[in-house]
């Protein structure tokens, strides 16, 4: 790239041609580099943008939640899931049904992250809702090993399936949800509430556990006990659909032409290494988005800054 004396940047440009064709150019340069306009940047509402990162953050709180009950109950439910005779490896097998959860989480985010892309986050969000409230709900209604022998810890397995493929789809739809709602400045902020509310849903778990197995006692939580916080999570998870449906789409993906959906899958992997680089992004507008600022003020100011130095 190559700047001549009139501020003229032109790409593998012989600098003769140029010269006598400088308006053609010039126009091939804007083509390139068009100018920054009052109408390409989004002025967000702050009480909207309250209002979806409250959502976004109960309803990651409410999913994790569901997620979350099952390492609480780890040792109860290789009671009731597993044979019984030996309790290192009823504790193992249940530990390891909680790890073929993560196993697909990553297949879940390939799934709903271009999902996302093409038909919007809200409704993305909303379906792993409802896909993690039934996986919740349903194991508290599984049948003990005692009852239905092998058939109760392969729907378990299956359950947990459905949960962890729902995970995989909620934190980063919900990270892009809150990111795409913020203003440049304010991001970091905003998306801090992603993982308070991850904490509270796993707090929240914890202390429902410890409540029901201080009350019922070990006898009571392995005869009854350990299904009502799988059974409290459907209605939650109600809850949680109900706060996502009532916010609309945000403005990044109502304005955009969206690229295709499957590069999203390689957006991810870039950003995987551009975590490390958080400190200095965090305040830049996203990749390929207009900017996005808090006040009809700080867009002029932006517009202005954009303008090209007049010449005389």
């Known amino acids: 790239m190559a700047e001549h004396e009139d501020g003229l940047r032109v790409i593998d440009a012989a600098p003769d041609a140029v010269r006598r064709h400088r308006a053609l150019f010039r126009v091939v340069q804007r083509r390139r580099n068009p100018r920054l306009r009052r109408t390409d940047i989004t002025v967000t509402d702050e009480a909207a943008v309250r209002r979806a990162v409250k959502a976004a953050a109960l309803g990651n709180a409410m999913e994790w939640f569901d997620f979350g009950v ?7 439910l ?3 899931f597993f044979p019984s005779g030996n309790d290192t490896v009823q504790l193992l097998s249940s530990f390891a049904t909680f790890a073929v959860s993560f196993l697909v989480r990553p297949v879940g985010g390939m799934v709903f992250g271009p999902m996302g892309d093409k038909i919007g986050r809200k409704q993305v969000l909303a379906l792993t809702m409802i896909m993690m409230a039934i996986g919740t709900f349903a194991i508290g209604l599984i049948p003990s090993y005692a009852t239905i022998g092998f058939w109760a810890p392969a729907l378990l397995i299956l359950f947990r399936l459905v949960q ?16 795409e709602y913020a203003p440049d400045r304010r991001r970091g902020f905003f998306g801090s509430f992603l993982e308070l509310g991850t904490l509270a849903g796993y707090v929240a778990a914890a202390g429902l ?8 006692g070990g006898a009571g939580m392995e005869a009854w006990g ?8 459907g209605p939650i998870g109600l809850v949680g659909l109900y706060l996502r449906l009532r916010l609309d789409e945000t403005p990044a993906f109502q304005k955009l032409a969206l690229m295709p959906a499957y590069y999203a899958v390689i957006a991810a992997l870039v950003g995987v290494i551009s975590v490390a680089c958080m400190k200095e992004t965090a305040r830049r507008p996203l990749d390929g988005s207009p900017p996005s600022v808090a006040t009809p003020e700080e867009a002029a100011r932006l517009v202005e800054s954009q303008a090209p130095v007049p010449r005389f």
């Open 226 to 233: 350990w299904r009502v916080p799988f059974l409290v999570g």
């Open 78 to 80: 290789g009671h009731v």
């Open 70 to 76: 099952y390492s609480y109950l780890a040792v109860t």
């Open 164 to 179: 962890g493929f729902s995970t995989g789809g909620e934190y980063g739809g919900a990270a892009t949800f809150i990111a």
């Open 209 to 216: 556990v410890t409540l029901l197995t201080t009350w019922l």
